[in-house]
């Protein structure tokens, strides 16, 4: 059993930046590979970035490559989302995923918990 909570969300003008944070309890935090993903009204749920068990290693998602970067902190069993350069196109609502296993994946359906989602809402 895994809880996970989002927070650090809000409203951004384009061109700036917003740092979100997911805390989690539960089973032990540094079995887990984590996952952000992203929905936006009217879209599917699409993949952000993961992470691997270390933090040694990242995957992007092609359309946030370069601009975010995702990290984690197993001491503290929190995982983060740096996002620099917002667009408008990056509005959704955020939420964090957490994988019982080694192997980092990008789908939904791999992800065995989720966190409540936090909004992230970036003005032109």
């Known amino acids: 059993q895994v809880q996970l909570v989002e927070s650090g969300g809000g409203l951004v003008e384009a061109g700036g930046s917003l740092r979100l944070s997911c805390a989690a309890s539960?089973?032990?935090?540094?079995?887990?590979?984590m996952g952000w993903f992203r929905q936006a009204p009217g879209k599917e749920r699409e993949f952000v970035a993961a992470i691997s068990l270390s933090g040694s290693n990242t995957y992007y998602a092609d359309s946030v490559k370069g601009r975010f970067t995702i990290s984690r902190d197993n001491a503290k069993n929190t995982v983060y989302l740096q996002m620099n350069s917002l667009k408008p196109e990056d509005t959704a609502v955020y939420y964090c995923?957490?994988?019982?296993?080694?192997?980092?994946?990008?789908?939904?359906?791999?992800?065995?918990?989720w966190g409540q989602g936090t909004q992230v809402t970036v003005s032109s």
């Open positions: 539960g089973r032990t935090f540094s079995s887990n590979t």
């Open positions: 995923a957490a994988r019982l296993g080694i192997i980092m994946t990008m789908t939904t359906r791999t992800y065995d918990y």
